[in-house]
């Protein structure tokens, strides 16, 4: 899908399934005049393939030069070994580090489902902070509570303000009014945080809002936040 004339939405379970399984984990590109940057990478059977498959119907040609990583679970950055082997940057929360190099939540009852091809991070991020990737200033806000390592990306494509916010903040419903917020499965979830993270978003604007799951916000991002943020405390019984 093409959001606007540099940011597009590659992959994810809106897509076909690939040899049979399905796609999870939402990807995003925002193509620069340096490469093209992702938003998470998908899981390593079906992301890559995936990638393959719009890039090309997008005609998309540039080289992905990074890859930011909201979390990290198999379905969003699974497909990151690959990514990492044909010359991207892989850039991740320093908390979710651990789950990278080894492969996923070793030592817990998710350790087979979860796990994905491991990798050592090219950058980590442990506070709050900008960086410029391209040419283009990206926020990173550290949102933890889904797991550790939770980052939201903020950054200005095509004159708009677009946050990632991976499976921290999740809309569906037809007007995008339901919520919801992480996985309890993991290891690392604490509701709290969550909840502190929701307030610490709903304190940022936003014209579009891209999450790991469900349904995307291309207008009146800053509202839907702060709808999220009436109502985290009530969802997860906080």
Same mark, same amino acid.
């Given at each position: 899908?093409?959001?606007?004339?540099?940011?597009?939405?590659?992959?994810?379970?809106?897509?076909?399934?690939?040899?049979?399984?399905?796609?999870?984990?939402?990807?995003?590109?925002?193509?620069?005049?340096?490469?093209?940057?992702?938003?998470?990478?998908?899981?390593?059977?079906?992301?890559?393939?995936?990638?393959?498959?719009?890039?090309?119907?997008?005609?998309?040609?540039?080289?992905?030069?990074?890859?930011?990583?909201?979390?990290?679970?198999?379905?969003?950055?699974?497909?990151?070994?690959?990514?990492?082997?044909?010359?991207?940057?892989? @850039? #991740?929360?320093? $908390?979710?580090?651990?789950? /990278?190099?080894?492969? !996923?939540? %070793?030592?817990?009852?998710?350790?087979?489902?979860?796990?994905?091809?491991?990798?050592?991070?090219?950058?980590?991020?442990?506070?709050?902070?900008?960086?410029?990737?391209?040419?283009?200033?990206?926020?990173?806000?550290?949102?933890?509570?889904?797991?550790?390592?939770?980052?939201?990306?903020?950054?200005?494509?095509?004159?708009?303000?677009?946050?990632?916010?991976?499976?921290?903040?999740?809309?569906?419903?037809?007007?995008?009014?339901?919520?919801?917020?992480?996985?309890?499965?993991?290891?690392?979830?604490?509701?709290?945080?969550?909840?502190?993270?929701?307030?610490?978003?709903?304190?940022?604007?936003?014209? @579009? #809002?891209?999450? $790991?799951?469900?349904?995307? /916000?291309?207008?009146? !991002?800053? %509202?839907?936040?702060?709808?999220?943020?009436?109502?985290?405390?009530?969802?997860?019984?906080?």
């Amino acid at each position: 899908m093409i959001i606007s004339n540099d940011l597009f939405y590659l992959s994810g379970s809106c897509f076909s399934a690939v040899n049979n399984k399905s796609i999870l984990g939402e990807v995003y590109g925002i193509n620069t005049g340096q490469g093209l940057i992702l938003i998470d990478c998908g899981e390593a059977s079906t992301g890559p393939a995936m990638l393959k498959k719009t890039l090309k119907k997008f005609n998309i040609n540039s080289p992905i030069t990074h890859v930011i990583l909201t979390h990290g679970h198999h379905d969003h950055c699974g497909g990151a070994k690959e990514m990492q082997e044909a010359g991207a940057k892989i @850039i #991740v929360g320093a $908390g979710d580090a651990t789950y /990278c190099k080894q492969g !996923g939540p %070793k030592g817990t009852p998710y350790d087979i489902e979860q796990s994905f091809p491991a990798f050592i991070p090219d950058v980590e991020i442990s506070v709050d902070k900008e960086m410029i990737i391209n040419g283009i200033m990206f926020e990173f806000i550290m949102i933890p509570g889904h797991t550790n390592g939770g980052m939201a990306i903020r950054v200005k494509v095509d004159g708009k303000l677009v946050l990632f916010t991976g499976d921290t903040l999740e809309a569906d419903g037809t007007y995008l009014d339901k919520f919801l917020f992480g996985w309890e499965g993991d290891p690392a979830f604490n509701k709290e945080e969550i909840v502190n993270s929701i307030m610490k978003l709903a304190k940022y604007k936003a014209d @579009i #809002v891209l999450s $790991g799951h469900g349904k995307i /916000c291309l207008i009146n !991002g800053t %509202k839907l936040i702060r709808q999220a943020a009436k109502k985290v405390k009530s969802i997860l019984n906080v």
